[in-house]
């Protein structure tokens, strides 16, 4: 679905991606974490076209994203971490954009806004909105437009508790084996057991993109009393310390996202060699 090799970027004289390489596959919800600075907007800039690389190549669909075809950009929605809408009522902005995505879904969208607790026909300018109910509106917008591959940065920055969990049910609804979605998130809990697989970005390059099944296979997190020098990671906490080791039971365990993004930002290239080996 997306095919990144050997992209090199930077801005102006700072370097931020060398030789970077991803390939992404259709039908899947993929999570991509990393640090602050990791680069994650850029990338997903990068996939979109919005961005050009010094070196390298970047393709939707075999399609470059840097030409920006209508085609490419007819089926590709990017929600950005910040954005802007228009003094327009929604019935005028559907009209508006929802005709540049040949398979936009009316229906689908008055739905997904309601399920978001947001009328379709209310006569309020989007412009109006709070922040948070603007979040909502575009991520129904995005989840209707019925794009092959949605991009969406912090989608849950902004969202309250509840909303969090709708934005979860129709992340659910509208994925189909034919569509794929790229979240970048710092809030791992929010996407928790709706993200597979894990990218995570670090130091330029993908670090790491890999199914939960590939990882749970081969770590293993355990409560313990006292530390263990053989862990990959260990956070001490009121039960004892939690640590991450190699799984050498040949069951699979069951790791949380937070614990694995700090595990695998401690152990760095150690973890990489640890799961890469069954690729
Ligand atoms: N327009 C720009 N001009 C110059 N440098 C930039 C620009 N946009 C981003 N950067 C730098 O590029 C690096 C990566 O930024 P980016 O926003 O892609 O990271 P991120 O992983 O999304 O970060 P965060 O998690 O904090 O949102 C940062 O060091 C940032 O300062």
Redesign the pocket.
Known sequence: MVNIENLNFR??K?V?FSNLRLNVKEGNIYGLL??????????LKVISGMLYPEEGSCAVKNISSFKRLPSFLEDLYYLP?EFYLPPLKSSEYEIMFGGLYPNFDGEKFHEYLKEFEIDPHMDKRLSKFSLGQKKKYLLAFGLASGTSLLLLD?PTNGLDIPSKRQFRRLVSMAMSDNRTIII?T?QVKDVENLIDPVII?DDGQILFNESMEVINRNLRVTVEKEENPEALYSEEGLNGYTIVTRNETGEEGEIDLEILFNTIVASGSKIKNLISREV
């Open positions: 801005y102006g700072n931020l990393g640090k602050n600075g990791a680069g994650k907007s850029t990338l971490e912090e970048s710092h970005l």
